[in-house]
C-alpha cells in the first residue's frame, strides 16, 4: 500500500476508534520535563502576572508537561495550560494510546488540558506558545504517520502567530530544519529572534537543537 494511503487509512482508524488500554500508570520525575524547565528558564522571561495562558503545540503524549507548569506556574497565580496534538489516539506497544498517556501526566496539575485536536482548530488566544520539534518537513510527517493532507508547515505557523499574545519559543531539530524554520518566518514576515543552539544542563538528545522566539507585535 502506498505510504500515505496507509497513513490516511492508519490515521483514520485509530481518530475514530480512540481505541486504548486504560488508566495509564508511570514514572512522574520524567527527565524530559526536567529538560523542558531548563529551556524555557534559559530562553523565555515572562513578566509576573495574575494571569497566564500558554499553549503547547504538538504535545505527544505530554511527558514534559510537569516542566512548562512548574516554569509557568512561577509567574502566576492563574495559570491556563493547554495541549494540542492532532494524533492524540497513535498507540504505543503497550496498547495504550498518546491520550491516556497525557491524562496520567496532566493528573493533579490545575488548569491543564489535552486536546486531541488539529492547531488549526483553537480559536483562543495564548500569551505565550511553545512549539517542540514542528514538521517543517514532509519525511518526518510521513514517518510519525500522518497523512500528508496535514502537511501544511507555513499555515500552521501562520494560525499559531494569529492566536499569540506575546511570545512563541519554538524548537527545531537539526541544521538543516532550523534553517527551513527560519524561511517560513522570514516568509511571513513574523518579528523573531534567533536563539542559536539550544543548550541544557543535562543533554538528552544526539542531534543538536536550535530555537527561536517570535514576538507579537
Ligand atoms: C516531532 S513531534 C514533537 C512532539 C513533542 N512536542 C516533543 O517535543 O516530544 C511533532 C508533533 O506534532 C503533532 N502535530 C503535527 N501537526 C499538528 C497539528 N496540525 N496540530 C496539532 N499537532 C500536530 C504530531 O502529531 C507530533 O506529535
Not at 108 to 113: A, E, K, Q, T, Y
Request: with cysteine; hydrophobic share 35%; charged share 30%.
Amino acid at each position: 500500500m502506498p505510504d500515505n494511503l496507509k497513513n490516511e487509512f492508519d490515521f483514520f482508524i485509530r481518530s475514530h476508534t480512540k481505541f486504548s488500554r486504560k488508566n495509564y500508570c508511570g514514572e512522574t520525575e520524567n527527565p524530559e520535563s526536567k529538560y523542558v524547565f531548563d529551556i524555557l528558564s534559559r530562553h523565555v522571561k515572562p513578566l509576573k502576572k495574575e494571569k497566564l495562558s500558554v499553549l503547547d503545540v504538538g504535545s505527544k503524549n505530554w511527558a514534559y508537561v510537569r516542566g512548562e507548569y512548574d516554569f509557568f506556574k512561577s509567574y502566576c497565580t492563574f495559570l491556563r495550560l493547554d495541549g494540542v496534538e492532532i494524533d492524540a489516539y497513535r498507540l504505543y506497544s503497550n496498547l495504550y494510546s498518546r491520550y491516556e498517556v497525557a491524562k496520567f501526566y496532566i493528573k493533579n496539575l490545575d488548569g491543564v488540558s489535552y486536546y486531541a485536536d488539529n492547531l488549526l482548530n483553537i480559536k483562543r488566544e495564548y500569551d505565550y506558545i511553545i512549539w517542540l520539534l514542528p514538521f517543517v518537513t514532509i519525511y518526518p510527517h510521513k514517518k510519525w504517520g500522518l497523512p500528508k493532507k496535514f502537511f501544511m508547515p507555513e499555515k500552521l505557523l501562520e494560525h499559531a502567530y494569529g492566536i499569540l499574545r506575546e511570545e512563541m519559543f519554538i524548537i527545531n531539530q537539526g541544521e538543516e530544519e532550523a534553517e527551513i524554520q527560519q524561511e517560513l518566518l522570514e516568509k511571513l514576515k513574523l518579528p523573531y529572534r534567533c536563539e542559536g543552539e539550544i543548550k541544557a544542563g543535562s543533554s538528552l538528545f544526539k542531534t543538536p537543537r536550535y530555537g527561536f522566539i517570535v514576538r507579537k507585535h
